[in-house]
């Protein structure tokens, strides 16, 4: 038998074989750009479209906005990471996703502070002057949770992409264009976007949404259950929902939003949320780290009208449960404006964005002013008009 020729000793053979590699990079690279994209927009829909439609459903002010920060930023980080990792080897390809893990985990627990508070300013110009929300300590601890599993997750998503390509690869057709099999083998990825999309959902979003969901079954709870319920039957969450709902009953109308006013940056980690109703009332609660509630609520649109007059009396207010601070503006501005409110003058408190509370007043002799609140503790008074 007559030994065949090796391929690298023949011409016809060996440019054959490099035009079939070139053309097998050729289409890793173009089915990089396409995991990236499906892998991208499974981990935004695993975990960012139940937050949304539960932040929805409690009511929350801007439920879609954490979907939105993430449609800008986690999904096209995601594009860019499978589109670099198409133009190397499996090897280079997990630190790549490493990265991409990395930086999507950093992305997802600041969304709900500086981002978000930047698109309330876009929102609502007047919130320009208030101070940006510094993200609470849990934030930094959550971070290197999520960074140890990042690791084990981006490994698996590089060793998926490998894989998957070249799945990809054995369904194009013979001009190497993506068939519908193609297509189809890159949503193997699917379980790890979904696991790491819940997994975000558990670290950034849900100990935001907690907090919203347990004001909105208060409030429910004082719209819709009588006033001779028995307490002792109800587990304990139940059952404070249920004493704080009938306390404050009277505030309440159907329609109603919910703020996340703050969260404390402090060890404590207590979260703030504001109720504005359709009829005017507002209404604040405070919710521990353990997710109950950690004391009573507040008459929002009562304690505000007081800060404004104590302030325009005096030049400053107090707080009982927090600090009071007073920007040098509004200090300025309220020395030549003065003055002591009477009856025959209105007040206004009008809710905004996260914490900020704009209090308006209309006195008899015509004069019109307005002072924007910012921040739970301390409560400051940004500017005046």
Same mark, same amino acid.
């Given at each position: 038998?007559?030994?065949?020729?090796?391929?690298?000793?023949?011409?016809?053979?060996?440019?054959?074989?490099?035009?079939?590699?070139?053309?097998?990079?050729?289409?890793?690279?173009?089915?990089?750009?396409?995991?990236?994209?499906?892998?991208?927009?499974?981990?935004?829909?695993?975990?960012?479209?139940?937050?949304?439609?539960?932040?929805?459903?409690?009511?929350?002010?801007?439920?879609?906005?954490?979907?939105?920060?993430?449609?800008?930023?986690?999904?096209?980080?995601?594009?860019?990471?499978?589109?670099?990792?198409?133009?190397?080897?499996?090897?280079?390809?997990?630190?790549?996703?490493?990265?991409?893990? =990395? &930086?999507?985990?950093?992305? *997802? !627990?600041?969304?709900?502070?500086?981002?978000? +508070?930047? %698109?309330? /300013?876009? #929102?609502?110009?007047?919130?320009?002057?208030?101070?940006?929300?510094?993200?609470?300590?849990?934030?930094?601890?959550?971070?290197?949770?999520?960074?140890?599993?990042?690791?084990?997750?981006?490994?698996?998503?590089?060793?998926?992409?490998?894989?998957?390509?070249?799945?990809?690869?054995?369904?194009?057709?013979?001009?190497?264009?993506?068939?519908?099999?193609?297509?189809?083998?890159? =949503? &193997?990825?699917?379980?790890? *976007? !979904?696991?790491?999309?819940?997994?975000?959902? +558990?670290? %950034?979003? /849900?100990? #935001?949404?907690?907090?919203?969901?347990?004001?909105?079954?208060?409030?429910?709870?004082?719209?819709?259950?009588?006033?001779?319920?028995?307490?002792?039957?109800?587990?304990?969450?139940?059952?404070?929902?249920?004493?704080?709902?009938?306390?404050?009953?009277?505030?309440?109308?159907?329609?109603?939003?919910?703020?996340?006013?703050?969260?404390?940056?402090?060890?404590?980690?207590?979260?703030?949320?504001?109720?504005?109703?359709?009829?005017?009332?507002?209404?604040?609660?405070?919710?521990? %780290?353990?997710?109950?509630?950690?004391?009573?609520?507040?008459?929002?649109?009562?304690?505000?009208?007081?800060?404004?007059?104590?302030?325009?009396?005096?030049?400053?207010?107090?707080?009982?449960?927090?600090?009071?601070?007073?920007?040098?503006?509004?200090?300025?501005?309220?020395?030549?404006?003065?003055?002591?409110?009477?009856?025959?003058?209105?007040?206004?408190?009008?809710?905004?964005?996260?914490?900020?509370?704009?209090?308006?007043?209309?006195?008899?002799?015509?004069?019109?002013?307005?002072?924007?609140?910012?921040?739970?503790?301390?409560?400051?008074?940004?500017?005046?008009?």
């Amino acid at each position: 038998m007559v030994n065949p020729t090796p391929v690298e000793l023949n011409p016809y053979l060996k440019a054959r074989g490099e035009s079939q590699l070139r053309a097998k990079h050729g289409f890793e690279r173009k089915a990089g750009w396409r995991f990236g994209l499906i892998f991208g927009i499974l981990v935004l829909l695993a975990g960012y479209t139940l937050d949304a439609i539960q932040q929805l459903q409690a009511h929350s002010q801007f439920w879609w906005l954490y979907f939105a920060w993430a449609l800008v930023t986690l999904a096209p980080l995601a594009l860019l990471a499978g589109g670099i990792s198409g133009y190397v080897n499996w090897l280079l390809k997990l630190p790549i996703w490493m990265g991409w893990t =990395f &930086a999507a985990g950093w992305c *997802a !627990l600041n969304i709900p502070f500086t981002p978000s +508070h930047l %698109a309330f /300013q876009w #929102l609502d110009p007047t919130l320009r002057v208030a101070d940006v929300a510094l993200p609470p300590r849990s934030v930094s601890d959550a971070y290197g949770m999520l960074a140890m599993l990042s690791i084990f997750a981006g490994s698996a998503v590089g060793l998926t992409q490998t894989v998957t390509v070249g799945w990809a690869w054995e369904r194009a057709t013979n001009d190497l264009e993506f068939t519908l099999g193609s297509w189809m083998v890159l =949503f &193997a990825s699917l379980p790890l *976007a !979904l696991g790491f999309g819940l997994m975000i959902d +558990h670290f %950034a979003q /849900q100990p #935001l949404r907690a907090p919203l969901q347990m004001t909105h079954a208060l409030i429910e709870s004082g719209l819709n259950d009588p006033s001779n319920l028995a307490t002792p039957t109800q587990n304990l969450e139940r059952a404070v929902a249920y004493r704080e709902g009938q306390r404050w009953r009277n505030l309440f109308t159907s329609e109603y939003t919910l703020h996340l006013a703050a969260r404390e940056p402090q060890t404590k980690d207590e979260t703030y949320i504001d109720a504005s109703f359709g009829n005017g009332n507002l209404l604040r609660c405070r919710i521990s %780290a353990l997710d109950e509630f950690s004391d009573d609520c507040i008459d929002l649109k009562k304690a505000y009208s007081d800060y404004i007059s104590e302030f325009l009396r005096q030049g400053a207010f107090e707080c009982q449960t927090c600090a009071s601070e007073i920007s040098a503006q509004a200090r300025a501005w309220q020395s030549t404006n003065a003055r002591t409110l009477t009856a025959a003058d209105t007040t206004r408190v009008l809710h905004r964005a996260g914490s900020g509370v704009s209090v308006r007043v209309r006195a008899a002799d015509g004069a019109e002013l307005e002072c924007l609140f910012w921040g739970v503790n301390p409560i400051r008074i940004a500017a005046c008009q």
